[in-house]
């Protein structure tokens, strides 16, 4: 039961850049691996990028170099910093928490926040 939401998203001009936040509502954020996922419309959701609970990243090819994801335990926060923004990078941005427990596996989405480059 992990309530996350997101913030940051707008509307900014290409070669922007934009930080976008989500905020897990458990204290037992520090044990999920987070990741960030975009939809644009007509397209499938895709996996932008991803961090485990010890501190590996990976990133989906058309970000890299441009994109970083962190997370701040203390404060059950997970960020997207985007640099060099462009008119492709246009989608819903959504926050993802994942934990395997045995063998059960647990999945929380948040509500997504619009990310929109255009001139």
């Known amino acids: 039961q992990v309530q996350l939401v997101e913030s940051g998203g707008g509307l900014v001009q290409p070669g922007g850049s934009l930080r976008l936040s989500c905020a897990a509502s458990?204290?037992?954020?520090?044990?999920?691996?987070m990741g960030w996922y975009r939809q644009a419309p007509g397209k499938q959701r895709e996996l932008v990028a991803s961090?485990?609970?010890?501190?590996?990243?990976n990133y989906a090819e058309p970000v890299k170099g441009r994109f970083t994801i962190s997370r701040d335990n203390a404060k059950n926060t997970v960020y997207l910093q985007m640099y060099g923004l462009k008119p492709e990078d246009t989608a819903i941005y959504y926050c993802n928490a994942a934990v395997v427990v045995g063998t059960s596996g647990y999945e929380y989405w948040g509500q997504g926040t619009q990310v929109t480059v255009s001139s």
């Open positions: 458990r204290s037992i954020f520090s044990l999920y691996a």
């Open positions: 961090i485990t609970s010890g501190g590996s990243t």
